[in-house]
């Protein structure tokens, strides 16, 4: 079994920063691959930033230059620095992580996982 739970969110007014961390546990042979996406009321997921398999680092078009996102994959744990916050970064931010596992009796595979995500709400 194989989970990832998100902490960092909040209340944080116009040009404040939060940053998102990200800890996955479990039966984890390694990291593969992480991103974090957000869901704005009303809207549909849309990814913020992620470092897949090839260690290539991407971000959304509305975000760069103002997050930052880096994984500390010894500890299994992903991070997004998030500065200059707008009011339109208001969404319920989540975790995707790409894991290897193994599993009894088949062994190794890889493993998609979602955490369930946290709340930031950017206003005055």
């Known amino acids: 079994q194989v989970q990832v739970v998100e902490s960092g969110g909040g209340l944080v007014q116009p040009g404040g920063s939060l940053r998102l961390s990200c800890v996955a546990s479990?039966?984890?042979?390694?990291?593969?691959?992480m991103g974090w996406y957000r869901q704005a009321a009303g809207k549909q997921r849309e990814l913020v930033a992620s470092?897949?398999?090839?260690?290539?680092?991407n971000y959304a078009d509305s975000v760069k230059g103002r997050f930052t996102i880096s994984t500390e994959y010894a500890n299994n744990t992903g991070y997004l620095q998030m500065n200059n916050l707008k009011p339109e970064d208001t969404a319920v931010y989540s975790c995707?992580?790409?894991?290897?596992?193994?599993?009894?009796?088949?062994?190794?595979?890889?493993?998609?996982?979602w955490g369930q995500g946290t709340l930031v709400t950017v206003s005055s």
């Open positions: 470092i897949p398999s090839d260690g290539s680092i």
């Open positions: 479990g039966r984890i042979v390694s990291m593969l691959a």
């Open positions: 995707h992580a790409e894991v290897l596992t193994i599993m009894i009796p088949t062994g190794y595979r890889s493993l998609e996982v």
